[in-house]
């Protein structure tokens, strides 16, 4: 059953809020960062950022990163609206389009955006293929001009939907490591092939800020000493 009303849209995306907070609250979180953090929410963190995650892995930033600085892109399909209100509960700010719905509006838009903003995309959504970055995310890289930093996250316990991104929920109690790659940085030519180059360097960053974040959880598994950040827990 489809939500219409305004109102049941805006409540039906406090209570999905709610529920991300909640739930987010039994994780253990821990954040590795290659080198430098490249974390929002510490005081008197510079710069402005272009965030790529895995659309499966979509609760690790929504719960400890909703801040009104990051703009989101929302899709315009039929429970966008509702995804927009749930994150707009969580604390964000959102764009609306994809690459099947309003994309050239909302391209303008995040570029408009990302001159006093961070910028967080799912580069294979919002149908995928899974875990292959589309070229769009190239292009708005180049336009922005920001720079990528790659989240990688891995969970030591968590089921998956049976959906196209095979969506990660981590089991109560489970453990959830992050880990950020240091920023790839673009200059804003347009030029034949930019786009492919672009996209193929943020998938690769991508794949191994992931790769590294299932290596740590195995090695930890097996008693190897690392060191560890522990998140903030979601507000």
Request: proline letters at 6%; charged letters at 20%.
């Given at each position: 059953?489809?939500?219409?009303?305004?109102?049941?849209?805006?409540?039906?995306?406090?209570?999905?809020?709610?529920?991300?907070?909640?739930?987010?609250?039994?994780?253990?979180?821990?954040?590795?960062?290659?080198?430098?953090?490249?974390?929002?929410?510490?005081?008197?963190?510079?710069?402005?950022?272009?965030?790529?995650?895995?659309?499966?892995?979509?609760?690790?930033?929504?719960?400890?990163?909703?801040?009104?600085?990051?703009?989101?892109?929302?899709?315009?399909?039929?429970?966008?609206?509702?995804?927009?209100?749930?994150?707009?509960?969580?604390?964000?700010?959102?764009?609306?389009?994809?690459?099947?719905?309003?994309?050239?509006?909302?391209?303008?838009?995040?570029?408009?955006?990302?001159?006093?903003?961070?910028?967080?995309?799912?580069?294979?959504?919002?149908?995928?293929?899974?875990?292959?970055?589309?070229?769009?995310?190239?292009?708005?890289?180049?336009?922005?001009?920001?720079?990528?930093?790659?989240?990688?996250?891995?969970?030591?316990?968590?089921?998956?939907?049976?959906?196209?991104?095979?969506?990660?929920?981590?089991?109560?109690?489970?453990?959830?490591?992050?880990?950020?790659?240091?920023?790839?940085?673009?200059?804003?030519?347009?030029?034949?092939?930019?786009?492919?180059?672009?996209?193929?360097?943020?998938?690769?960053?991508?794949d191994a800020v992931n790769q590294r974040a299932e290596e740590i959880l195995?090695?930890?598994?097996?008693?190897?000493?690392?060191?560890?950040?522990?998140?903030?827990?979601?507000?």
């Open positions: 059953m489809k939500i219409r009303g305004p109102w049941l849209v805006a409540f039906a995306g406090w209570c999905i809020a709610l529920l991300v907070r909640t739930w987010m609250r039994t994780i253990r979180f821990e954040y590795h960062p290659q080198e430098n953090r490249y974390d929002p929410n510490d005081p008197g963190f510079q710069g402005r950022y272009l965030y790529c995650f895995w659309h499966e892995h979509i609760l690790v930033p929504a719960s400890q990163y909703a801040r009104r600085d990051i703009q989101v892109l929302i899709s315009k399909h039929a429970d966008g609206q509702m995804i927009a209100r749930a994150c707009k509960s969580l604390g964000f700010s959102t764009v609306a389009g994809s690459s099947t719905r309003g994309g050239a509006e909302a391209v303008k838009e995040l570029v408009r955006q990302g001159e006093s903003c961070h910028l967080a995309i799912t580069p294979d959504g919002p149908k995928g293929p899974r875990r292959q970055v589309q070229q769009g995310v190239g292009y708005l890289a180049l336009k922005t001009n920001l720079p990528v930093v790659a989240f990688g996250v891995a969970y030591s316990s968590c089921w998956r939907f049976n959906s196209w991104d095979r969506f990660a929920l981590p089991k109560p109690f489970s453990r959830a490591v992050l880990v950020t790659a240091c920023p790839l940085e673009f200059g804003q030519e347009m030029g034949r092939g930019m786009l492919e180059k672009t996209a193929g360097q943020i998938q690769a960053a991508l195995t090695q930890s598994s097996r008693g190897a000493d690392g060191t560890s950040t522990p998140l903030r827990k979601a507000a």
